[in-house]
């Protein structure tokens, strides 16, 4: 396969998130802010591109039995490395993303991805499949807060948009709306076209 | 500020579900909520397994990780930890209750990717319980997870034969199911508070 093939398959056709329902977890908790989502993303893509690339070439090395362990293993170490980073340079968002930084090991996309692509493909072409569908994570992130954040707080980024006259929506800051939304974007995503025309 | 154990018990199963409020521990929810029995399988194991590594876990951060000073370690430790506990208890099943096995065993595996019994361990550590409120946290954490799926699990077996839209069924109804959960469980939040 080519390369952009690679990438446009797993970061959009192939979804994690909307194909495969993986990786919900924190698509669902940070997605209230576009800033936090956009680090979460970028963290996890950072972690999909390395964790693919080294999990693809030691993967002749690594017995079948202990698969899982080491592939979590290596995904772990570079999550520290996405938190350490984070805390030394941005403390604050550090400090708003809390645990959901360290459960980027427990993503099942990362996982997903190591079993389904990394296992078998040259190194190089699981970095570009890593992210792939990281980024399409990210997107789908982003989608969800751009909405959750213009409603709830009437910013984007931080930057008031909406004016004073604004009546911010609570329940787009709370949990059940991330449900909400991320059913909505799978429902619209998943209508077959000629539904839609 | 020291609470009660007993106050943080109750507020992990309702005031602040680890699936409803944290969204910790979704995947295995959407895919095994598809039934009432193998969702109570799953409930339980996950019961089980975070009310010990949530006191495992304590023990290993304040008595290993803290004095030795490695706590950036403690993503690694904490997994390790997780994926040998349920390895051990898995063997451990299989070998004296081949019934229990049968009925539980199965769940074992898919619960070390479970990110609600990591997130368990993290949030522990972040809010600095005390060992008796840590096993609290955890042991009510499990059971409101337990709850959460088993009315998934009921209602989505009550809807199976209605009509939905195409691009809704399956994960989108399921997700809204759990939204309206979310919002339902947003009643009880008068009860306790906590963070």
């Known amino acids: ?197 | 500020m020291e609470l009660n154990p007993l106050i943080i018990f109750i507020a992990a199963i309702f005031t602040s579900n680890i699936l409803l409020t944290n969204f910790l521990g979704m995947c295995s929810f959407l895919s095994v909520s598809k039934e009432v029995e193998s969702s109570l399988g799953l409930g339980m194991a996950v019961v089980f397994v975070m009310t010990i590594t949530s006191a495992l876990n304590y023990a290993v951060y304040h008595f290993i990780l803290v004095p030795l000073d490695i706590i950036y370690l403690q993503y690694i430790i904490f997994i390790i930890v997780i994926a040998a506990f349920v390895q051990l208890t898995e063997m451990i099943i299989e070998r004296f209750s081949p019934i229990l096995y049968y009925s539980l065993g199965i769940f074992l595996p898919l619960i070390t990717v479970n990110c609600a019994i990591l997130g368990v361990s993290l949030f522990m550590v972040i809010r600095n319980y005390t060992f008796l409120q840590s096993i609290a946290y955890g042991a009510g954490s499990g059971l409101g997870w337990l709850l959460a799926i088993l009315a998934l699990a009921g209602i989505r077996q009550k809807v199976k034969e209605k009509y939905v839209p195409a691009g809704l069924a399956g994960a989108g109804l399921s997700l809204i199911i759990t939204g309206i959960m979310a919002l339902a469980f947003v009643g009880f939040s008068g009860i306790v508070v906590i963070q």
Not at chain 1, 28 to 41: D, I, P, R, Y
Not at chain 1, 152 to 160: K, P, V
Not at chain 1, 168 to 188: E, G, H, N, R, T
């Open chain 1, 1 to 197: 396969m080519k390369k952009k093939e690679i990438f446009i398959t797993s970061a959009f056709t192939e979804n994690s998130v909307w194909r495969q329902i993986l990786g919900i977890c924190s698509a669902l908790a940070v997605t209230n802010l576009m800033m936090n989502s956009l680090v979460m993303g970028l963290g996890v893509i950072f972690t999909l591109a390395l964790s693919g690339f080294t999990i693809s070439l030691i993967r002749d090395y690594i017995p079948k039995r202990i698969r899982m362990m080491v592939q979590t293993l290596i995904i772990a170490s570079y999550v520290i490395i996405v938190d350490l980073f984070l805390r030394a340079n941005y403390p604050e968002i550090s400090k708003a993303l809390g645990p959901y930084v360290g459960l980027i090991i427990t993503n099942c996309i990362i996982m997903g991805r190591a079993e389904a692509f990394a296992g078998k493909n040259s190194p190089f072409d699981s970095m570009i499949d890593g992210i792939g569908a990281g980024v399409g994570y990210t997107f789908v992130l982003l989608v969800i807060a751009f909405v959750r954040e213009i409603f709830g707080f009437g910013t984007l980024f931080g930057f008031q948009v909406m004016g004073d006259w604004w009546t911010k929506w609570s329940i787009m800051v709370m949990a059940p709306s991330a449900f909400f939304m991320l059913a909505i974007l799978i429902w619209i995503i998943n209508t077959p076209k000629k539904q839609v025309g």
